[in-house]
């Protein structure tokens, strides 16, 4: 199986390739020229978890040995999640609801994260780089800390994150600066998250940087989510949520499932295309925005523009005006059309806008629906689904739930439906306490105190990586200007270098 650019230009390549690389010489995404199909096993047992995963992994990544996966996804999906399903599937009312947030830092980002930093190592072997790989990262909050978990002490290469000392919740910084391992750095850069990001961009950039990092045997990386080693992992869980349903009994081999996706970057519902081309039976997925509702507006016109007001939302991470890897979604409903993605990529570097013609769209619209749901409707949501089902949905989740609702009631599709959950609700306590009628934890002066505070009124217990944080010891205490972060990334290279 190869890859290729979305935008056409350059080579194929191999997996490993495209996971070294991250994104594509001409700027575009690597994406697979064709998707295999996969044989679901009905009579035995459902695999494993991370059996499942390596199994799909196999297919997608051919240039690596089935025993090179296996052992990779062991080690992912292991006891470093608080439940031996990895990702559980339980009934709430009507639905079901996914748990994507039982690794160690709470959020979905572990699902490929966990995993990731693993492949990345082994394609650094097979493409022969030499070098020892620095990671960088510009984080508004949950990928700084999953990343970090992720690459601790992960052989060849070291990770130094940015965060905006304004701009991320306290629980999230008390995550990073606490956060241990010998090739790990944590910078707070003041400023605003663009101010970070644009800071890693600058040093991407910057030719004298990576002439001191080759002199000292060091190469760039990153791991955002546009890079297909993050993808590729996530489709396991929509493949692992269907045998779930299976075997409880709510569907029969064959039947179509709908999936509500809360989304931002678009990786997490992508990976549930991915899933139906690869064979599994899957109706719709329902595009779940906050309100930076640009990718709505997009499914149900064709018009996607990003020249709209910026809302701080409760769902943070979904707060996203330009959402990536759309541009996969666009690529495959063309049948690899690069020339018409590249001038829609253009458009939306010069404009901040495109639209696609009505044949595009309506060939998306047979995958995919769309809704957008307001602040209040989401705390209305978490505050209801408390009282009647005595389940916490975080924020992101509740925007989700109150779209496949929405769904449900507009096109009366009457499929099983799953719902994916993102993050713990404890990961965002604040916002939760007060849906659920808690006014005065608005008062609560200690962040930490919220989870307490939330476990106490509901009987839920604090995941073990969130209730150890009050007793960590405050590691990363660094902080600089935009303009010091070269020097940082200098100072963390000798320091790194000089412990291995
Ligand atoms: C990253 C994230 C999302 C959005 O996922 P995408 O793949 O970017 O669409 C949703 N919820 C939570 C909690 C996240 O951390």
């Avoid at 199986?1 to 490993?16: E, I």
Wanted: charged share 20%; with cysteine; proline share 4%.
């Amino acid at each position: 199986m190869q890859y290729r650019s979305t935008r056409g230009n350059g080579q194929l390549c191999s997996g490993a390739e495209a996971i070294r690389s991250g994104i594509a010489a001409d700027g575009g995404l690597f994406v697979p020229l064709k998707m295999p199909i996969v044989n679901m096993s009905w009579a035995n047992k459902p695999p494993t978890y991370d059996k499942l995963a390596a199994e799909l992994l196999g297919e997608l990544l051919p240039d690596y040995t089935q025993e090179e996966l296996t052992r990779c996804a062991a080690a992912a999906y292991a006891d470093n999640f608080d439940n031996p399903d990895i990702a559980p599937l339980v009934r709430v009312g009507s639905r079901s609801i996914l748990e994507l947030w039982h690794g160690p830092t709470s959020a979905f980002k572990d699902m490929a994260l966990q995993i990731m930093p693993r492949l990345l190592t082994l394609a650094l072997e097979k493409t022969g780089e030499s070098s020892d790989i620095l990671i960088l990262v510009a984080t508004s909050g949950d990928t700084g800390k999953a990343a970090l978990e992720g690459f601790k002490d992960v052989q060849g290469t070291s990770i130094l994150i940015f965060y905006p000392s304004e701009g991320v919740s306290e629980v999230q910084r008390r995550q990073m600066v606490t956060q241990e391992g010998a090739n790990v750095g944590v910078v707070a850069v003041k400023g605003n998250f663009d101010d970070a990001q644009t800071g890693v961009k600058q040093i991407f950039a910057d030719s004298a940087i990576r002439e001191m990092l080759a002199q000292k045997h060091w190469k760039l990386s990153s791991a955002n989510s546009i890079n297909w080693g993050r993808l590729a992992p996530q489709i396991a869980y929509y493949f692992s949520a269907y045998y779930a349903l299976y075997g409880k009994g709510t569907i029969q081999a064959g039947n179509l499932v709908n999936f509500s996706v809360p989304t931002g970057n678009f990786g997490n519902i992508l990976a549930g295309y991915y899933a139906k081309q690869m064979g599994l039976p899957v109706g719709r997925l329902i595009c779940a925005s906050n309100e930076n509702n640009v990718l709505t507006d997009f499914l149900r016109t064709g018009v996607y523009d990003r020249n709209r007001p910026f809302h701080q939302t409760i769902s943070p991470s979904m707060d996203i005006l330009i959402s990536s890897n759309l541009e996969r979604l666009l690529y495959h409903t063309t049948q690899g059309d690069t020339e018409r993605i590249r001038s829609w990529m253009t458009q939306l570097n010069s404009q901040g806008r495109y639209e696609v013609d009505t044949e595009t769209l309506s060939e998306i619209k047979k995958n995919f629906w769309a809704e957008w749901v307001s602040e209040t409707e989401a705390r209305q949501t978490i505050q209801q689904v408390w009282e009647q089902e005595k389940y916490l949905l975080d924020p992101h989740t509740a925007v989700a739930w109150k779209a496949a609702a929405t769904y449900e009631m507009k096109t009366l599709d009457d499929a099983p439906l799953v719902v994916l959950s993102t993050a713990s609700p404890f990961k965002f306590a604040d916002s939760v306490l007060l849906a659920i009628g808690d006014v005065g934890a608005a008062a609560e002066k200690e962040p930490l105190d919220l989870l307490v505070r939330l476990s106490e009124k509901t009987g839920w217990r604090i995941p073990a990586g969130l209730s150890e944080l009050a007793s960590k010891a405050l590691r990363h205490k660094q902080i600089c200007k935009v303009e010091g972060m070269p020097e940082a990334v200098g100072s963390f290279i000798d320091t790194v270098s000089s412990v291995r």
